[in-house]
């Protein structure tokens, strides 16, 4: 098995389950983005602003991040990134969010 504990084989399912039924690209062979009223969504418009060639994030004032590691069970791990997919974010914001309003539960 993987370093990802199979969340890549439930990744692509959910994946493939998503793109079900949507029109391909006929430059790329994918399903193509569609929407409500059935026509092909455009691509984001870039606005000129300075990204984070990496994470093509936009840098965000005041905020400043530590690389940070820990264990988890790979059950939340493969849920975490399912979620992440789907909700179409990174999984480190994922974390953060939860671990920020669990810190202010506490409080």
Do not use: C, W
Request: hydrophobic fraction near 35%; glycine fraction near 8%; charge should be positive.
């Amino acid at each position: 098995m993987s370093k990802f504990g199979g969340a890549l084989k439930k990744l692509q399912a959910v994946q493939q389950e998503d793109s079900a039924g949507k029109p391909e690209n006929p430059n790329t062979g994918k399903p193509e983005a569609v929407t409500a009223a059935g026509a092909p969504a455009e691509a984001p418009k870039r606005t000129g602003k300075p990204e984070n060639l990496k994470s093509g994030e936009l840098p965000v004032a005041g905020i400043e991040r530590e690389k940070y590691s820990t264990y988890l069970d790979s059950e939340l791990v493969t849920a975490l990134k399912l979620h992440a997919v789907r909700h179409k974010m990174k999984h480190h914001h994922v974390v953060e969010a939860a671990l920020r309003a669990y810190l202010k539960d506490q409080e």
